[in-house]
């Protein structure tokens, strides 16, 4: 793994954007995963500056992102569907059509999981995936469990993720199930950069990179991976041995 601690969330937003932004002027059709929430947004800022600039085009990149809420409408304003078309698809040149999303709304969350496994695979794999992490060690919304996952799964949402997600929720209960790409999934991207900043990180961080590797933290599975990128400012690195 690679650990890089820059001074703040803006400087790992331009240096993650940048990361994308040249894997896509080196591969135009690269297959990108996804994340939402508060870690990667200024990220895509720099991606989206530099698409607006005709740095960068996006215009055949496939997208696949890691999770969606369940039981909540695709349209509906905290859905990860809006996330992304707010955060990032509508300020660059991707065509909605190469977006991919798991269902959270499916019926049957067996077949769903196939769906999107195959649609992954069709487009050829996850080049380089885009990850944040839970207080408690979550990526994508896998929570910590006694084993690791493999495929895309229907998941309960822990107290910690519930805390941590509902000041987004003003006028539903925040949902309590969301669909995400399993570990396995995850771990089979070439390359996987994730994001941590701020100091309620700290122990997860601690944990992923020096602790158990253990499903208690989901995170710790990226070990495994050959080709790691962390980003984390002082704060979310300030427990680190070295
Ligand atoms: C979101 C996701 C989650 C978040 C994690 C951190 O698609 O998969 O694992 O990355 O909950 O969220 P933030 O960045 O809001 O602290």
Redesign the pocket.
């Known amino acids: 793994m690679n650990i890089f601690v820059l001074e703040d969330e803006a400087a790992i937003g331009r240096a993650v954007g940048d990361l994308f932004c040249r894997f896509v002027q080196k591969k135009p059709a690269a297959v990108l995963g996804l994340?939402?929430?508060?870690?990667?947004v200024p990220a895509y800022r720099r991606m989206a500056e530099r698409c607006r600039n005709g740095e960068v085009s996006f215009r055949r990149v496939r997208t696949f992102?890691?999770?969606e809420y369940c039981d909540l409408p695709e349209d509906h304003k905290n859905s990860?569907h809006t996330f992304m078309r707010q955060e990032l698809f509508s300020w660059v040149d991707l065509p909605p059509e190469n977006t991919g999303f798991l269902n959270g709304n499916a019926e049957d969350e067996f077949a769903e999981s196939e769906r999107y496994r195959l649609a992954i695979e069709k487009a050829g794999g996850i080049d380089i995936q885009l990850?944040?992490?839970?207080r408690n060690g979550?990526?994508?919304?896998n929570e910590p469990a006694e084993n690791f996952t493999a495929e895309s799964y229907k998941t309960a949402l822990t107290g910690s993720?519930i805390a941590?997600?509902s000041i987004y929720f003003d006028d539903i209960p925040m949902p309590r199930y969301a669909m995400?790409m399993g570990v396995g999934a995850i771990l089979r991207a070439r390359q996987i950069v994730l994001?941590a900043t701020g100091g309620a990180?700290a122990d997860a961080v601690k944990i992923m990179l020096e602790g158990e590797m253990s499903p208690r933290c989901p995170a710790t599975a990226l070990r495994q991976h050959p080709d790691v990128q962390v980003y984390l400012d002082p704060q979310a690195a300030a427990l680190l041995r070295k």
């Open positions: 994340a939402t929430g508060a870690s990667p992102n890691l999770d990860y990850l944040g992490i839970g979550h990526i994508g919304f993720t941590a997600n995400t994001i990180k």
